[in-house]
């Protein structure tokens, strides 16, 4: 049976069709901007099993690639390598913890649900091509347009939910999403992809619309991390060893600017000042191990205040906040370690791609959980099995990426 499917392909198909229906999740909480309906950002006025969908995707592209070794026999040894260490130092100390404690098995797959786009990256690793994200680059020029005319829209029509502006206008529009800053986040995806996986023609359509849709966000993340996008885009390769230097200046002159950038004067006290504290909090607090694996997750927060479990969650709305709450001091403190020593190996192999798209998503985590935010969660898992595994083992790569864009 295996024989007659191209395993492969149904994976990547899978891949193309769930980013297409990205609207599905949130177009309704969205539009509730304009015609009302909201009671608080809590509020879910998506079904469930509208928004589930994208999750049993999630396993479906696991089990497909689970069929796919057993077909062949044979298991990357990086995938295997990742396994290991997932299974070993998280899920096991994780599962032992909620065993002895008898904490609520929902709260222990929501943790599962939070690690998501790691396990999936790990099954993806060698199935992912510079096709497909060429193909990923022209369904995100169209969700990208799409999403631009529904934040025109609210701009004009959209009551005061995010406050107005100074023309009377709504102040803060997420198009086809709910939180600004996710659509901030999808934004500078969207950006990520035109300069490395999108047809050149497209590209330029969207040039200007791109920073336009970013301030009607007035994600303060969005906007820094657009800022920090387009200089080290612009920087030479020779320059990059430079980068701490550069990153350093960046932010000092962010600083004092973002409040102003973003029109929200109190950004940096109400916003990260408040998740700093949140994260003092959580170190004061964290536990060695994954002790509390589930708890540091949006999820458990809906299922606290759903049904009244697990009394000791709270909001985090950051990632790393999220990591030492999920996974222990320990994890988090190797999570850590493993982003600098990244960080620095890339700005020495000046590979300017990787070192992006490590900084775009260190700069998410400091605002969301982008491992629960669709669909950068998904981009994050293909992206990153595309890098962890090398280019020339990727058969169906083309030697001419420029070959794809001209199409």
Sequence with gaps: MFNKINLVNLIQKS?????ILTPIFSIQASLSLIIGGIINNSTALTSPYIKGIKDLFFIFIIFVSFLLIIKNFFINRVTLTF?????????IPAYYYHRVDHTNILIFLSGIKWLMPFILAVFLIGHINEKLLYKMGTILFYLFIFNFFIQIVQLFFAGGWFGFNALGLSARNPGIFFIPSTAGVFTILVLFFSKFYMDKKLEKKIFFLIPISIFLTESGTAIGAYIIFIAIYKLKKSFLPLMPIVLTFLAIALVFSLGTLSDRPGLLKESFGTRLIIFSEVLNKGTY????????????????????????????????SAVVVNLGLINGFVIAILLILFFIALTILKDKEKLIFLIMYSLFSVTTIFTESYPANLIFAVLLAYYIKPKKDNPETPNNPQQISNK
């Design 83 to 91: 396994l290991f260490v997932i299974i070993i130092c998280i899920l």
């Design 289 to 320: 191990f994954a002790k509390n694996f589930g708890y540091g997750t949006n999820t458990a927060l809906l299922i606290k205040n759903r049904y009244g479990l697990a009394s000791k969650i709270n909001i985090l709305d950051s990632w790393f």
């Design 15 to 19: 891949i193309l069709f769930i980013l």
